[in-house]
């Protein structure tokens, strides 16, 4: 099949409101279009060979990869997301490989050591313009990596641009000028927003008991929990552990992921939306959980925030982390002849310490910690 006839499938099969290939506002640098592929299926394809994509498999979620090869990665995590990103925008009519497509890059500038190094980068930059992960995800694609003689950066639609700049959940907050729309203009990129969130919150959940951090008598409080157990064990009897949590995980994704496609579809019946001019328009959220479903994920998030990420397991690691991370900056800041191969200056910000800082961000967490021990252990090859 041509891109042609992919286009004119779309322009069949999808939405009204979906935001089409052939409609895209293009690239920053003008290329030929492809024979066979549409716009956003070629987004997609040049996120996954990328370097950044790569190494999301070393980098961490909530548990540190050498903690055991079962635990969620960025890059499991990434393909969580977009696989419910597709499943959403199939039933809604919308663009899968654009939400594919953002769903898949939405965490490539995340560093070492999840949210805590994050945290800990933005520290250390707070009187040089910042760190934040959304915007480093941003320039990875925009400019850090280098694939093609003509341009730098991947040379994304804008579309996919713009929904990694706007990505938004309780972890990501964009940097949005002045008289700038919050959310991205397209429902794809909001699906997956969303879809982030139900993939967090259910394999943080998963994960948390298989590392015995989190209790799961005291799940039986949680709404979303208690009555999804409740179902299977009323189809199925009583179950070991290991199946129990399984199933029970599985069926609160489906739940949320359900009420989010009925919801959306209730809002764009109620709102009138029959057009991309429609939705750009928008002030309020389209793509939305039912209210009831509000309530139950907030729950679920306050529970996972107070038995999960404030263990003494977690925050041991998070100060590691940021003892790692400070030790790193600071040595590179110091000698910057240490780093291995001086990163490609930001030509925007081509400080020191935007430098360090890129070289630091890109770094996996088993990088992050081969490279203390070969700063500091004197018994370690260099």
């Known amino acids: 099949m041509t891109r042609e006839e992919f286009e004119n499938r779309e322009n069949e099969q999808l939405a009204s409101y979906a935001m089409k290939s052939r409609d895209s506002a293009g690239r920053k640098h003008p290329e030929q279009e492809h024979p066979f592929r549409t716009a956003f299926q070629r987004d997609r394809d040049r996120i996954v060979h990328s370097s950044a994509f790569?190494?999301?498999?070393?980098?961490?979620?909530?548990?540190?990869?050498?903690?055991?090869?079962?635990?969620?990665?960025?890059?499991?995590?990434?393909?969580?997301?977009?696989?419910?990103?597709?499943?959403?925008?199939?039933?809604?009519?919308?663009?899968?490989?654009?939400?594919?497509?953002?769903?898949?890059?939405?965490?490539?500038?995340?560093?070492?050591?999840?949210?805590?190094?994050?945290?800990?980068?933005?520290?250390?930059?707070?009187?040089?313009?910042?760190?934040?992960?959304?915007?480093?995800?941003?320039?990875?694609?925009d400019k850090m990596e280098r694939k093609y003689p003509d341009f730098r950066g991947l040379n994304l639609s804008a579309e996919v641009l713009e929904g990694l700049k706007k990505h938004s959940t309780d972890y990501d907050h964009p940097k949005i000028e002045e008289g700038e729309k919050k959310?991205?203009?397209?429902?794809?990129?909001?699906?997956?927003?969303?879809?982030?969130?139900?993939?967090?919150?259910?394999?943080?959940?998963?994960?948390?008991?298989?590392?015995?951090?989190?209790?799961?008598?005291?799940?039986?409080?949680?709404?979303?929990?208690?009555?999804?157990?409740?179902?299977?064990?009323?189809?199925?009897?009583?179950?070991?552990?290991?199946?129990?949590?399984?199933?029970?995980?599985?069926?609160?994704?489906?739940?949320?992921?359900?009420?989010?496609?009925?919801?959306?579809?209730?809002?764009?019946?109620?709102?009138?939306?029959?057009?991309?001019?429609?939705?750009?328009?928008?002030?309020?959220?389209?793509?939305?959980?039912?209210?009831?479903?509000?309530?139950?994920?907030?729950?679920?998030?306050?529970?996972?925030?107070?038995?999960?990420?404030?263990?003494?397991?977690?925050?041991?690691?998070?100060?590691?982390a940021v003892r790692i991370l400070n030790d790193l900056f600071h040595t590179y800041i110091d000698q910057i002849e240490l780093l291995p191969q001086l990163p490609e200056k930001d030509l925007e910000d081509p400080s020191r310490e935007r430098t360090v800082c890129d070289y630091i961000a890109g770094m996996t967490d088993r990088f992050a910690l081969s490279e203390i021990k070969k700063l500091f252990d004197p018994s370690e090859k260099v």
């Open 54 to 141: 790569r190494r999301l498999e070393y980098k961490t979620q909530v548990f540190v990869y050498h903690e055991g090869d079962y635990y969620r990665t960025r890059l499991t995590h990434s393909i969580e997301v977009a696989q419910i990103s597709r499943t959403v925008a199939r039933a809604l009519g919308l663009n899968e490989d654009l939400a594919e497509a953002i769903a898949l890059a939405h965490d490539l500038g995340h560093p070492p050591f999840g949210h805590s190094g994050e945290k800990a980068l933005n520290e250390l930059m707070k009187d040089h313009g910042g760190f934040e992960h959304n915007h480093q995800s941003f320039r990875i694609v």
């Open 183 to 320: 959310t991205a203009n397209t429902l794809e990129a909001r699906i997956v927003d969303y879809s982030d969130g139900i993939a967090y919150n259910s394999h943080d959940l998963d994960d948390g008991i298989t590392s015995d951090m989190i209790d799961i008598n005291k799940l039986e409080k949680i709404a979303l929990w208690r009555e999804n157990l409740e179902k299977i064990e009323a189809s199925k009897g009583q179950l070991d552990l290991k199946m129990k949590k399984y199933q029970v995980v599985r069926m609160i994704i489906n739940q949320q992921v359900t009420d989010l496609m009925e919801q959306t579809q209730k809002n764009i019946r109620e709102r009138g939306i029959d057009s991309m001019e429609k939705v750009r328009s928008e002030t309020t959220p389209v793509v939305s959980f039912s209210p009831a479903m509000q309530e139950q994920n907030q729950e679920l998030k306050d529970f996972l925030r107070s038995n999960l990420y404030r263990h003494f397991r977690v925050i041991r690691m998070e100060s590691k």
